[in-house]
């Protein structure tokens, strides 16, 4: 995943490009990069690895080195970028940002019919963001070849680029599953993943582009060179765990969602008679929190903080390449209030459940610091999917996922044939799946939000939201 920032003015901005992508860190801590462009420099650019510094530290020479007129900024967890690309467009820097499911397939055909290469990085892949180039030059023109792109490309494609005319092109994935949203001020025009982002920085929300729009920001304005062609499927997980609480999505604020998931999450507990006798609500840390304010709210239940998370030294917890650095770091991060736990029975809520080896982690710190019982609901529905369109849920195959695993334990592949009922916690499949996971990661009980529950927190007509994690529906 990965987040961005573009900025074009009369005048140098670099420090608003600089500080705009910086709020992009929760979304990326692999790496990032900044080009920029100047009428006397024409492009340059800085890319830096930030697996172990924050985006600001490795960044904190930009000022000396870079400048200009339009910027661009990127953090992301995918490959090295922006790249600088001369072609027959020109000299242009770019930021791809999404999943292409056809990837080998393209490579094939552009190195074959075309007589083309492409170079390899030091682990012996392709960098995604050259193919994505290699299929925009094939056009006459940016619009044009950008198109060509999304429409080549199974997954999801946003696109961002810096001309050496000082422009910036930028487009929306055909899906719109990822936002794009532009703002403006007196002297300038900016695109951003976050509109928190540029708020910050004095910046208005001008508009959200649509699925598979292509725009060109300018000191004159925005020009619009692609009108939009797709259908809206924007990723619901982007409400219930990506987004930063400040954020909103087609006017949707992250925070406001997930106290109405929490909401919706007590309200069926209390119609299931699911609702259960505990000391507390907490949330787990820190995207669980506003879906534990909100059941908490409803059920009428005490919040607290059981353990806190501590972050000034820890980078985000999933992000390391292996899961056991992954369990460690989490485990580091909890840090217990031992006279709220010990002896309690605490209601946990969680933003998800993918694999389960974190949620694990933390039940255990919590009896061995002292609980009587934990209870754990999920803000999403059981995922039963590995996202294929953002790799939200950074699994390499469907099996990783704690649903499928216990289907498979429970009724072996004819599991499989009955997923929508094992979702369901109402039927006796659905009874079964979260009696064993509560088995293996030791839980008094566990519940999940219902697909139904969700798309009513974020209140969009739920053709609009792509569920494909939890329904496998394109």
Known sequence: MGGFFG????????????????????LGTKSAG???YDAQKGLQRQIHNIDNAPFRTKFADVFHELDGTAVIGTINDTDPQPLLIRSRLGRYALVFLGVINNKEELISEYIGGLSAQLGTMSGGDQNTTELVAAYINQKDTFADGIRYAQERIDGTAFILILTEQGTIITARDKAGRLPVHVGQKED?????FEDFAYEKLGYTTLRELQPGEVVELSTDGLKVLKPGCGRMRVCSFLWSYYGFPTAAYQGV???????RNGEILAEND?????LPQVDCVAGVPDSGTPHAIGYANRSHIPFARPFVKYTPTWPRS??????IERNRIAKMKQIPVHDLIKDKTLLFVDDSIVRGTQIRETVEFLYESGAKQVHMRSACPPIMYGCKYLNFTRSTGDQELITRAVILELEGEDGLQHLDEYSDG???????????ICEKLHLASLEFQTLEGLQKAIGLD?????????????
Not at 7 to 26: E, I, K, M, Q
Not at 188 to 192: A, K, L, M, P, Q
Not at 270 to 274: E, Q, W
């Open 7 to 26: 900025a074009v003015a009369g005048h140098s901005v670099l420090s608003d490009v600089f500080f705009g992508t910086d709020y992009h860190s929760h």
């Open 34 to 36: 900044i080009a920029a």
């Open 188 to 192: 300038g025009y900016c695109v951003s």
């Open 253 to 259: 604020n992250v925070e406001c969602m997930r106290c």
């Open 270 to 274: 209390a119609a299931n008679g699911n």
């Open 318 to 323: 999933f992000m390391p390449p292996t899961q």
């Open 426 to 436: 109402a039927t006796p499949r659905g009874r079964r799946l979260r009696q064993r």
């Open 462 to 474: 739920p053709e609009l939201l792509c569920t494909y994690c939890w329904t496998g529906k394109e």
